[in-house]
């Protein structure tokens, strides 16, 4: 049975930083492509960043967030990070890690329906 259970989040001053985890079980993880996503309170689910499944591979960041995150991931340890840097009050969210599995070391995902599992997520909330 596929987990991934993302922790870290927390409330936090505008300007503050937070590095949120997922670590991965019932899989392969050198084998899958990793993703962060967020949901805002009456908004839909969006893309932050993605990681190839090779952690010397490739990453992606929506614009949103370009220069202030950074996604990285640990295979001997199942474990996929964001580090949120410089955080804002639209920052505000409940944060997704998702998995799915990949044949390309260097290749990323950004769309939701391309990943096959998602945690349950983590409350991050940036004060003004």
Known sequence: QVQLVESGGGLVQTGGSLRLSCAASG???SRYAMGWFRQAPG???EFVAAISR???GNMYYADSVKGRFT???DNAKNTVYL???SLKPEDTAVYYCAARNSNSDTFYYTARYEYTYWGQGTQVTVSS
């Open 54 to 56: 090779w952690s010397g």
């Open 43 to 45: 908004k839909e689910r």
């Open 71 to 73: 996604v990285s991931r």
């Open 83 to 85: 580090q949120m840097n």
């Open 27 to 29: 899989l392969t993880f």
